[in-house]
C-alpha cells in the first residue's frame, strides 16, 4: 500500500530506447511508465503519482498515465502536481474526464501554481507574476466544464459561451 511518485521517468527509469531522441523519448518514457506501473501492480501499491515540467519531456502528464490505466485495474492514478495555469482549461478538463473515464474513476488531478523553475512559465508564454491568478481562473473553468452543464465563463484563461464537454467526470 502506499504512494509512489516519480520527479522525472526519464532520469529514473531503465528504458527501452535510452540515449535516443525526439520521438524515441518519448517511446521510453511509456514504456518506463508502464514498466513501472506493471511492478507497483505487482507489488501492492494503491497509487501512481507523475509530474514532469513541461520543459523536459514532451508527452503530458496524462497521456503517460493513459498508458499506465491500460495496463492497471486498481492503482490510483494522479499528477502531482500539474502546473495546471501553463495548460489550456478546455483541453485540461477533456483530457482529465477522458482519463478519468478511461480509467474507471482512479484519477486525480493534483495542481499547483508552481514558480521553482521559470524556465517552464517562459516557454509556455506564461508569466511567472500571474500563475496564482492563473490557476484559479483554470480551475474555475475546469469544474465549470465537469459539470455537464453548458458553460458561459469569461476569464482570463477561458472565453465561452455555452460550451459542454461529452464526457464529465463521475
Known sequence: QGCVSSQSLLE????RTAGKRNGSAVEASTWSIVSRVTTLRRSGRSQYRIRQPCTQVTVWQVVLLSAAAAVTSRIGLGTGVMLAALRGAAPLAKQTATLQWFSNGRFR???GTGGEYPKEFEASGVPLADRGRRLDDTLEAVRALWSGDPVSLHNSVI???GATLDLVPS
Do not use: C, Y
Open 159 to 161: 472565453d465561452v459561451d
Open 109 to 111: 488531478l493534483g495542481v
Open 12 to 15: 529514473s527509469s531503465p528504458s
